[in-house]
């Protein structure tokens, strides 16, 4: 066993297939295979179940990706340690929602470590399923997931499987986000029967790992809408709400510097009471940065003060 064994079953791990791990490192999909026999025949335990879906971690298997991660990462940071030539920026990077507070958070991060000297940030907005990509298949470090609560137990168990920490960022009812001229703004009280003549705005990719594609737009973009408009950008859809006074959209909650900025209302809605979370996540064992630590002390007090209007 040597550390190309080490690298070989990690990224089988993670791509789940013997191919497309191949492919990212560059060998021959036999002489993958090869290795990766020769890696079990001398620890003496089998790592991966094979079948049709692909390559499956064993119980051992899981606990050895575990050791093999740490044991890599050990080894980069030792050379990064006495490599007298290896670049001394700092990377942080997050993959999320997009969601407002998070944005905000993340605007205020970038400001508080703008005098860093050498330094990378990377922040994209996409949906749960791009985000755990990105996690285990890229270099993101952070990510956020949003799901119904009622999934809490399937992706509590989803993530445990895939080796990863997590921690539940928040908790809340989507509010009903108007333009400050919208009639439903003027409303003390809305239920979703006022909805029907209006049009809906709507995230064009709103899914999540491992639920089948047809599951969540049933879900999440129900039939009974007459008018949808599907937007990528977060900003386009602000824009739209804030210039169309016949639209409306589902968000969380939103600070008031951003409602101010594009003139929005967000309006609490009884009858959906349905509940939603956010969930940081990492891969089991990376040790959190002094600048992850500097971005979540954000992200909790930017979720605070949009939580509490």
């Given at each position: 066993?040597?550390?190309?064994h ?17 492919e ?21 335990v ?12 064993t ?53 508080i ?22 996690i ?23 993530m ?9 960022i ?98 609490k ?38 939580f509490?209007?």
């Amino acid at each position: 066993m040597n550390l190309a064994h080490l690298k070989y079953a990690v990224e089988v791990a993670r791509t789940g297939s013997i191919n497309k791990a191949a492919e990212r490192l560059y060998i021959g999909q036999p002489n993958l295979s090869r290795a990766i026999k020769e890696l079990e025949a001398s620890l003496g335990v089998v790592i991966f179940d094979r079948s049709a879906k692909g390559m499956q971690l064993t119980p051992d298997g899981s606990i050895f990706i575990q050791y093999a991660e740490n044991i890599l990462k050990q080894v980069e940071a030792v050379k990064e340690l006495f490599d007298k030539n290896a670049p001394k920026k700092k990377r942080f990077s997050v993959s999320g929602p997009r969601a407002s507070y998070i944005a905000e958070a993340f605007t205020r991060f970038s400001d508080i470590v703008g005098e860093e000297q050498e330094i990378e940030l990377y922040y994209r907005e996409t949906n749960s399923m791009r985000t755990l990509k990105n996690i285990l298949q890229e270099d993101y470090k952070l990510g956020i997931i949003r799901y119904a609560q009622h999934h809490d137990i399937y992706y509590q168990s989803m993530m445990r499987e895939k080796g990863l920490d997590f921690e539940i960022i928040s908790e809340f009812c989507y509010r009903l986000l108007v333009g400050r001229e919208s009639p439903l703004a003027r409303k003390k009280r809305i239920s979703l029967s006022d909805l029907g003549e209006y049009t809906q705005i709507a995230h064009a990719d709103p899914f999540v790992p491992s639920l089948p594609v047809d599951e969540v737009k049933k879900e999440e973009l129900p039939d009974d809408i007459h008018r949808r408009i599907f937007v990528f950008e977060r900003a386009s859809q602000f824009e739209l709400l804030s210039r169309n006074k016949n639209t409306y959209m589902w968000v969380s909650p939103v600070p008031e510097n951003l409602l101010e900025r594009y003139g929005l209302v967000q309006k609490k809605c009884q009858e959906n009471g349905k509940i939603y979370q956010d969930v940081l996540m990492y891969r089991r064992g990376y040790k959190l940065t002094e600048l992850d630590k500097r971005f979540i002390e954000q992200l909790r007090q930017a979720k605070q003060e949009a939580f509490a209007l």
